[in-house]
């Protein structure tokens, strides 16, 4: 595996369900993000980690809970999501600490359908 | 408030010709600024970047300008291809970490 891998790439769940959205990144980065995506708003950042700590948190209902175990590996815990939670939930990666601006590899997505 | 803002959701452009995709910030702070671009059922990759420093960025097919004093940024393609055909997203940065992303414009190159 190359890149930053998410699995899965679909989930339909409903309002009741615990699901858990995992991303892997085999580029050897020390951060990474969660991004939700709705139709017609701009990409929104959830989460980062950065040394497998958390750096941000974007005023996410707790019902999103991020889970990073080590530095190439993300996690996304859904609990009582609602279907406003429908949309694109894209992973990315990047190295950070070199002194410069570095870019995000995304992953590519998983699409949401909260029924 | 939408801080970066893709005031065309799409674009189309005859392949051979220049296409312009535009771009529009609010914070003044922003220093560093990007260009995804997106192919249905992939994520989102880096295309261009530019610093605020410069105020044009040359890549092969692809230009960024950058107009501080209108705080507008601009990525050229030229000449179009058919598989320039996506979505493009404009990115601005004050942080390492913090990049704020603009809705997207969706470009169809034709044939």
């Known amino acids: 595996e190359t890149g930053v891998t998410q699995t899965p790439r679909h989930l339909v769940m409903g309002m009741t369900n615990k699901k858990s959205l995992k991303c892997e990144q085999h580029l050897g980065h020390n951060a990474m993000y969660w991004y939700k995506q709705s139709a017609k708003k701009p990409l929104e950042l959830m989460f980062v980690?950065?040394?497998?700590?958390?750096?941000e948190n974007n005023s996410v209902p707790s019902r999103f809970s991020p889970e990073c175990p080590n530095s190439s590996h993300l996690f996304l815990h859904l609990h009582t999501l609602q279907p406003e939670d429908s949309a694109l939930y894209l992973c990315?990666?990047?190295?950070?600490?070199?002194?410069?601006?570095?870019?995000?590899?995304f992953g590519p997505g998983t699409r949401l359908t909260v029924l | 408030d939408q801080q970066v803002k893709q005031n065309s959701p799409s674009l189309s452009v005859q392949e051979g010709r220049i296409s312009i995709l535009n771009c529009d910030y609010t914070?003044?702070?922003?220093?560093?600024f990007l260009w995804y671009k997106k192919y249905p059922a992939e994520g989102p990759t880096f295309l261009i970047s530019?610093?605020?420093?410069?105020d044009k960025n040359e890549d092969g097919r692809f230009t960024v300008f950058l107009n501080k004093s209108a705080k507008h940024l601009s990525l050229h393609i030229v000449p179009s291809q058919p598989g320039d055909s996506a979505v493009y997203f404009c990115?601005?940065?004050?942080?390492?970490?913090?990049?704020?992303f603009g809705t997207g414009t969706k470009l169809q190159v034709i044939p």
């Open positions: 990315a990666s990047s190295q950070e600490g070199t002194g410069k601006y570095n870019e995000q590899f």
């Open positions: 530019i610093s605020s420093i410069k």
């Open positions: 980690y950065s040394l497998e700590e958390r750096v």
């Open positions: 990115a601005a940065s004050y942080s390492y970490q913090k990049v704020t």
């Open positions: 914070n003044s702070m922003f220093d560093y």
